[in-house]
């Protein structure tokens, strides 16, 4: 059973910045590909970012490309997601989810998933 936990959500104001990180424990988060999803509500869940094992390979979301960023720690076992510029409608519930093959941006595709963590942006 593969555990890992998402953090860093919370309160911002618009404009602001929060950085979200995956932390695996009991094995290697290198060994996988990592994607950080979305669910507003009464929304489906989308996938906004994604970090593949093998080449290194990011996908971003239209929405949110040029202002999230995500990135590998492998010393500390994490796979993070910087978000800049937030906006209201990034609210969301951010998940973390990982899988053994080819990086992919659909939720379908993932096997394990983190419990998530709530971003809210919000003056």
């Known amino acids: 059973q593969l555990q890992f936990v998402e953090s860093g959500g919370g309160l911002v104001q618009p404009g602001g910045s929060l950085r979200l990180s995956c932390t695996a424990s009991?094995?290697?988060?290198?060994?996988?590909?990592v994607g950080w999803f979305r669910q507003a509500p009464g929304k489906e869940r989308e996938g906004i970012s994604c970090l593949s094992n093998k080449d290194g390979h990011t996908y971003y979301a239209g929405s949110v490309k040029g202002r999230f960023t995500i990135s590998r720690d492998n010393a500390k076992n994490t796979v993070d997601l910087q978000m800049n510029s937030l906006k209201p409608e990034d609210t969301a519930v951010y998940y973390c989810?990982?899988?053994?093959?080819?990086?992919?941006?659909?939720?379908?595709?993932?096997?394990?998933w983190g419990q998530g963590t709530q971003v809210t942006v919000s003056s």
């Open positions: 989810a990982v899988r053994r093959t080819s990086v992919s941006s659909s939720p379908a595709r993932y096997d394990y």
């Open positions: 009991g094995f290697t988060l290198e060994d996988y590909a």
